[in-house]
């Protein structure tokens, strides 16, 4: 099972490791987004909710003795290896305890591989969902608390069918993150009897779609489904293909969905749907009214995930009396799941104290945590439509 540490990997973490080791002392996590790039609309929210979770903490004066947590942020660019590589090895070099992140799933993976397993570190990623960090060899390193891709396939496949659409052209942005999902729509909408007229890849950073989008419109389809990024060649497509009159609906998955996307497109974006990672859990209601509090949407895209990836770190460390990932890795499924006392967004001081007398937890979060297979959210979604310029929820699924 990947999810077993390793020998090697707990030993280079024992000896003379760099890691503060709580009870009073500074305790550090790495918050490495995109927050520049082609999601960067989404990430101040991100940020802000996994740093509440941080400050819940703190404030509670009950970790591991009374430890502060401190964050330290990092820019992945979202689609920029290189980048995302070296401020993770940044991040190392400062002493993390542990990195929420990375935001897309190209930059994570590459994060995984060439920072944080040759050091041993532990990463929870709010928004990474590529099948393909499914199967990834891990050694008990990675989590995400986003569900995969392969799931909201089916999800985005249920929705079309219900919507009576019978054929689609599909693009993808591409990279990892675009190819798998694409593979999962074709797959998941073929499933179930429809039709997909054409696979096409974009990419990201161009002034002028018009070449992709006459394509995908000789194709036909009902509608477009684009499965790139809300503010880089996802918005170019939608852009090109409503000034030509190729399309005017499109379907919207995850990586297309916030508040960016239809104020830039406007009203001409109405009607159109898609599906992003959300619950409408207890937790979920008391997250949002919380950050309202704080003066940030606790709606936006993957800040609830955020807010569990940063409180998991933190109640594994609590339940594993040490901040070091050798120690604490091991416990973040447990905390996550089933049996235990439900913990919901606002009652991390709670957990804390449960854990510290030796008791369980199930922390539900957010987003109604539960951890499946190789450490990653089970999955629920958020359906939205647009609707008057903005994105409205129309069900949970």
Known sequence: MKKLMTATAAIALTAGTAFADGHGKEIKLGVLLGFTGPIESLTAAMGTGAEMAMDEVTASGKLLGGAKVTSIRADTGCIDNGLAVANGEKLIADGVNGIVGGDCSGVTGAILQNVAIPNGMVMISPSATSPGLSTMEDNGLFFRTSPSDAREGQVMAEILQERDIKSIALTYTNNDYGKGLADAIKTSFEGVGGEVTIVAAHEDGKGDYSAEVASLASAGGDILVVAGYLDQGGLGIIQS??????????????????????????????????QIAGSDSKGAEVFAELAKAKGFDGTSAYAPESYDAAALFLLAMQAAGSSNPADYGAKIM??????????????LGKALEILATGGEIDYQGATGVELIGPGESAGSYREIEVKDGVNATVKFR
């Not at 293909?241 to 990586?255: C, I, K, Q």
């Not at 799941?337 to 606002?346: S, T, V, Y």
């Open 241 to 274: 293909a409503l000034d030509s009159g190729a399309y005017e609906t499109f379907g919207l998955p995850g990586g297309m969905i916030g508040d960016s996307l239809p104020k830039n497109v406007g009203s001409d974006l109405d009607g159109s749907f898609g």
């Open 334 to 347: 447990d905390v996550a799941n089933a049996p235990g006392e439900p913990i919901n967004p606002g009652e």
